[in-house]
């Protein structure tokens, strides 16, 4: 896998609820990603009530957060259920199938399909809301700031 796809990989699994599988999983996170070690740092110290408080006070409470890229390509508009939809489409084309509660367009799932494909076409169309995440994370003092800046590093630039 190669060093990007690790790194895709390794943020989907720390942008996931922190849930007791996530923390089993730190060290090995913290190994092979070591642009998320100011994360998975973070995590490993923080009591998990206080960690699982955080991430849904984070992305569940607060929509300047959202997880889900149609909404920052979309907002709350109609055109979402239809750019979230593409998002499926493009897992299927490519032999994938989402399994999970969340929908296509959830970060983690987008991550995870490209680390497993190779595919960052669907990071770097959406790279403008990606940018727009990592300040709002940034601005608001999060250490899940410092994945988004790591996913951040590995796409091309926002044309201006």
């Known amino acids: 896998m190669p060093s990007d796809a690790v790194l895709h990989q390794a943020a989907a699994l720390c ?21 998320l070690r100011e994360f998975t740092d973070h995590a490993a110290l923080t009591p998990a009530r206080e960690l699982e408080a955080h991430y849904v006070q984070v992305f569940d409470r607060d929509h300047r957060h959202s997880l889900h890229l149609s909404r920052w390509q979309d907002g709350a508009t109609r055109r979402r259920g239809m750019t979230s939809a593409r998002f499926g489409d493009v897992y299927r084309a490519a032999g994938m199938e989402l399994t999970g509660e969340q929908p296509p367009d959830f970060l983690p799932a987008v991550l995870e399909f490209a680390a497993r494909t190779g595919d960052t076409d669907l990071l770097t169309e959406h790279r403008a809301g990606l940018e727009r995440l990592r300040t709002a994370l940034n ?5 899940y700031a410092s994945v988004l800046n790591a996913v951040c590093a590995t796409l091309p630039r926002v044309r201006r």
């Open 15 to 35: 942008l996931t609820y922190p849930d007791g599988d996530f923390r089993a999983r730190l060290p090995l996170l913290r190994e092979a990603a070591p642009q």
């Open 139 to 143: 601005d608001y003092g999060t250490p």
